[in-house]
């Protein structure tokens, strides 16, 4: 079964999560930042302070991953480019980005249903999902729909 790469990659990724994503001033994040500006300890398309971000206050930083979607986006979406060298591509990278990192979180999870010595028919349907959900892009209430009735079934399953 072909997959995405569901493993974040930031060397490949134009730091689309440090650029879209709202940073809110507390216990997480050391500063506010809105979505779409980015972070002031971004250079090129990486984090300076890697090494020490929760000693820094950014300890958000540290539990954040976006499951592969950063680059996936970057490349596959816009070829390699970044929002850094053309500015004007940047609302279309975070609403790619916005939208592709759930169905990644939904991946992560389908791949992970696997340890649950499935039913045929469960593991028919979660093969059937993880081919669909990593040909889209975008979310759709029949996805959605498809995906819940899945886990509502596997919590079903596996407590049974
Ligand atoms: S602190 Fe580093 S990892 Fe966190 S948003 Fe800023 S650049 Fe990204």
Redo the contacts with the bound molecule.
Sequence with gaps: MSLPDLTSDCMNCA?L??VS?V?DKGKM?AID?PAGKP????GGH?????ES?EN?G?K??TL?DCAGAGQRVTQERFNGESWRDAPELLPAMMRDFANLRPLHERLTMLVAAEKYSLTPELEERRQQLIRKTSRIWSDSPTAKEAFDAFIRDLRTHAGS
């Design positions: 730091a999560c440090c994503l940073l994040f930042k972070c002031p300890n971004l990486l984090c300076t302070i890697h971000l820094e950014f958000g930083c954040y």
